[in-house]
């Protein structure tokens, strides 16, 4: 096989979740990716687009993460989580795909978009890396007088 690499940049969206379905994933219930109706409704957004985790055979690619996001909440934000001036932790999903860095402005604006209007916390956290390289694999070209091995 021959390794290539292809230019991409990196989305990665940090999304609020329940205690509940945190502790399912940590213990590897995927089921908890479809019976979470938020994570459900990220992944069910993001595979509209097309162009993101395309990975030619192999489509609508992503990682994940648990983990925990930290914040104090200032006077004049109106926080789904917590209360105004405390410290607040949210048990969080990370969900992390690729898309080809060729692509243009207006398609990452479009998928930007949804996420943000889809997004449960006020100010979303949603990074945007890149350009970065990725490997993948694709036969290698057959030649002729090759020898099998």
């Given at each position: 096989?021959?390794?290539?690499?292809?230019?991409?940049?990196?989305?990665?969206?940090?999304?609020?979740?329940?205690?509940?379905?945190?502790?399912q994933l940590a213990k590897g219930?995927?089921d908890a990716f479809r019976n979470?109706?938020?994570?459900?409704?990220?992944?069910?957004?993001?595979?509209?687009?097309?162009?993101?985790?395309?990975?030619?055979?192999?489509?609508?690619?992503?990682?994940?993460?648990?983990?925990?996001?930290?914040?104090?909440?200032?006077?004049?934000?109106?926080?789904?989580?917590?209360?105004?001036?405390?410290?607040?932790?949210?048990?969080?999903?990370?969900?992390?795909?690729?898309?080809?860095?060729?692509?243009?402005?207006?398609?990452?604006?479009?998928?930007?978009?949804?996420i943000v209007d889809i997004h449960?916390?006020?100010?979303?956290?949603?990074?945007?890396?890149?350009?970065?390289?990725?490997?993948?694999?694709?036969?290698?070209?057959?030649?002729?007088?090759?020898?099998?091995?």
């Amino acid at each position: 096989m021959d390794v290539q690499l292809h230019a991409v940049r990196k989305l990665r969206v940090h999304w609020p979740i329940s205690g509940t379905t945190f502790a399912q994933l940590a213990k590897g219930e995927a089921d908890a990716f479809r019976n979470d109706p938020d994570i459900a409704a990220l992944l069910q957004a993001l595979a509209q687009f097309q162009e993101l985790g395309d990975f030619g055979n192999y489509k609508h690619v992503f990682e994940s993460g648990l983990g925990f996001e930290g914040f104090t909440t200032a006077e004049g934000a109106n926080p789904t989580l917590g209360r105004v001036g405390e410290q607040t932790l949210s048990p969080t999903f990370v969900f992390t795909t690729y898309f080809a860095a060729s692509l243009e402005d207006a398609a990452v604006e479009r998928f930007m978009r949804q996420i943000v209007d889809i997004h449960p916390w006020e100010v979303p956290v949603i990074e945007l890396e890149g350009p970065l390289s990725v490997t993948s694999t694709a036969l290698a070209p057959i030649t002729k007088g090759a020898s099998a091995s």
